[in-house]
């Protein structure tokens, strides 16, 4: 198993979206993640901040996987990717120094 990260930015149009809608897509987003943890795949997911903790920086997504096409595949169902309301671009992590990353159970 690897680990990936997924990066992502809102595009121009979903920033014109009302805070309201945006906020449905992204608790679209959240039950997905939510889901994938239940059925045993390690995802984790959240938003960057700048020095002031306001949002905008972007968002991660880090997902445990067999394959880059694995998680390719598993990324693609995102709703906020489905809804074209980001960019983003999936890479493999390879770590070479360090503790160990992440640990789980479900390994």
Known sequence: MAWFIK????TP??????LEIRR???A????WVSELNKQGIIALSGYLVDEN???GGGGLLILKADS???AKS????DPIILAELVTWELHEF????GPPIIESQRG
């Open 53 to 55: 903790h306001v949002p």
């Open 13 to 18: 149009q979903a920033k014109d979206l009302s």
């Open 68 to 70: 880059y096409s694995i």
């Open 28 to 31: 679209r987003h959240r039950l």
């Open 74 to 77: 598993i990324i693609k169902n």
């Open 24 to 26: 449905s897509h992204i």
């Open 7 to 10: 990066t992502e930015f809102f």
């Open 94 to 97: 390879i770590q070479i120094i």
